[in-house]
């Protein structure tokens, strides 16, 4: 499988679509250019290949989740297992192997106090492999955005 190939064309209907997802491939063609279909085919390939995803970014305050928090993970042997098992878990929203002085980073969204003490006591504690756990609770959330340079 090769790498997928971004041209400028490309990069231009990923930055537009990163402001707004739901633009009409008739609004795109005009700002890049081509054809509604040739806009349509590029998007689907992008689609395709995983360069890109459209998705509906919600707000976990506004859906009751109203604890956030990052757990670091220490772990002993192998970390992808341990990474496999924390995937399954819902309140899991992003799941990252690192390196340094804790070998995972999990993001948790649960409604509150209680449900991060069940989710850490209960069940990531419980993961074969998990030997420690830290959690940086949030307080405020000043930033979050989806919209990385495409070059």
Do not use: C
Not at 27 to 48: C, I
Not at 63 to 90: H, T
């Amino acid at each position: 499988m090769t790498d997928p190939v971004v041209d400028e064309i490309d990069a231009a209907l990923i930055r537009h679509l990163q402001i707004d997802g739901r633009r009409p491939y008739t609004k795109l063609a005009k700002q890049v250019g081509l054809s509604e279909a040739a806009v349509r085919q590029r998007v689907q390939r992008l689609l395709e290949q995983g360069v890109m995803q459209i998705v509906a970014v919600t707000d976990p305050l506004q859906l009751g989740l109203l604890r956030q928090a990052m757990i670091l993970i220490k772990v002993d042997g192998d970390v992808r297992d341990v990474a496999a098992e924390l995937e399954r878990f819902d309140e899991v929203d992003y799941l990252v192997l690192t390196a340094g002085s804790v070998d995972i980073l999990a993001e948790v969204f649960v409604p509150d106090d209680q449900a991060l003490l069940e989710l850490l006591n209960d069940r990531i504690r419980k993961v074969p492999g998990v030997v420690a756990t830290e959690s940086v609770i949030y307080l405020q959330l000043r930033k979050q955005t989806y919209s990385w340079p495409v070059t």
